[in-house]
């Protein structure tokens, strides 16, 4: 049981590849999304992640409306953080109300 626990917390501390593709709402001004697109890289690395991407594509169309809005700013970003944090992540991007939608995908095995 003890040997269990302890793979666990070592698979824990281990640093996982993932990608993160999220939707900023179109009326946020330019310099609040570079700001929030910042404040999500800083969220990452102030728990040991290391961010190796951040690719901003800029306004585009949505497929549907999300909450009213026809078109959204993406971003994707790469990084490598343990899974434990992720979840961290993921409820701060779940709370923002500047972010539409997202979607955290761990890369590889």
Known sequence: MARKVREQKTEDKRLQDYELIYIVRPDVAEEAVEARV?????????????????QKWGKRKLAYPIKHFLEGNYVLTRFQMSPVQCKDLEANLKISEEILRHLLVKVGS
Do not use: H, L, P
């Not at 404040?39 to 690395?45: K, L, R, W, Y």
């Open 38 to 54: 910042e404040g999500v890289n800083q969220f990452i690395t102030g728990r040991e992640g290391v961010i190796s991407e951040t």
